[in-house]
């Protein structure tokens, strides 16, 4: 695998440039969005689908009038769902929507104080979701056992939380994340947690595949300028993985030579 | 006849298909996907699916979300 190959994040078999995949919530409005897409230079971003709003202004544009499926990968999630049949029922309307769109971002939650996933259902729903024919990319625990599970299910990528959703406190258990990374045969994408762009850069070090957030930039007091150091911090941590840092020691290692000193 | 869109009740003249009720709402140029009755309705099939007294639709789009 050449350098190049190794830079590439490949999900379902399409090649993507940018390891970092973006949000499109919590926004102020769809023009602050899409700067921050182009800065992230992310080339997935997630959506949530939803009840149209009746009697809304027919010209009023909608998100994907400015953020366009023929230019981004569009990533629908099943946000909001707490048990395996609405998050079911939310891909296939999703697909449809999207007009036989197969890449869905599964996720089941458990409790509304944590945001926690539910994991027996997102077991279930990615079961019926994979037989299906969808592409399920699936946030999860931080459980390296599930994490597996899930890859055996089918799942095209498996997204461990690093934090609770929005909570922006980093990657909690990098251990964990270590260990599903060893197993692992398809992506793993850290989902949830990321606060800042060292949390993203510690994701990438860590060896993970990917990152996923969205409050860390949507929040951030400049949004727009956030998007662009999470570009920075993946594509760091990135690189920093492959070159392979230097051994941790005890006690110092000069760097200048003894030899030659004229003193 | 009535039928319920998006949780809310909506009056409409015997005979009217889904494309129909879209312009209605002014909901025919957008992005959306409807269920009616839990089934989901490809767009091909919009304007021969005849409305009935009692249904009750979903229509959806996509928002921001994370």
């Known amino acids: 695998m050449n350098e190049q190959t190794q830079n590439t994040l490949t999900v379902a078999g399409v090649d993507y440039q940018s390891r970092l995949i973006i949000g499109s919530g919590k926004y102020k409005d769809f023009q602050e969005n899409l700067q921050a897409l182009e800065n992230s230079g992310a080339e997935i971003i997630t959506v949530a689908i939803r009840r149209v709003n009746l009697g809304q202004n027919a010209d009023e544009p909608s998100l994907l009038d400015v953020i366009s499926p023929d230019k981004y990968t569009i990533l629908p999630n099943t946000a909001g769902c707490y048990n395996a049949d609405d998050a079911v029922r939310t891909c296939r309307m999703a697909r449809e929507l999207l007009g036989d769109h197969k890449l869905v971002k599964l996720e089941v939650l458990g409790d509304q104080k944590t945001l926690y996933p539910n994991v027996t259902e997102t077991l279930i729903a990615a079961e019926i979701l994979v037989k299906d024919g969808f592409d399920v990319m699936v946030y999860t625990s931080d459980d390296p056992l599930i994490a597996k599970r899930l890859e055996e299910i089918g799942c095209v990528a498996v997204m461990p939380l690093g934090a609770p959703i929005g909570s922006g406190l980093g990657i909690r258990n990098p251990h964990n994340i270590r260990l599903i990374l060893e197993n692992a045969e398809v992506p793993i994408i850290v989902d949830a947690g990321v606060g800042t762009a060292s949390d993203a850069s510690i994701a990438m070090e860590l060896g993970c595949d990917g990152v996923l957030m969205n409050t860390a930039i949507a929040e951030a007091k400049n949004p727009t300028l956030m998007a662009s150091a999470m570009k920075k911090a993946v594509e760091s941590g990135r690189e920093s993985f492959l070159a392979g840092r230097m051994p941790r020691r005890q006690y110092a290692s000069a760097s200048s030579p003894i030899d030659g000193a004229f003193f | ?66």
């Open chain 2, 1 to 66: 006849m009535n039928i319920v869109v998006n949780g809310k009740p909506q009056e409409l003249e015997a005979m009217t298909n889904l494309q129909q009720l879209l312009e209605i709402l002014q909901l025919g140029k957008g992005r959306i996907a409807i269920e009616v009755n839990g089934e989901i309705v490809p767009r091909s099939l919009f304007q021969e699916t005849i409305l009935q007294h009692d249904d009750s639709l979903e229509i959806v789009q996509a928002i921001g979300g994370g």
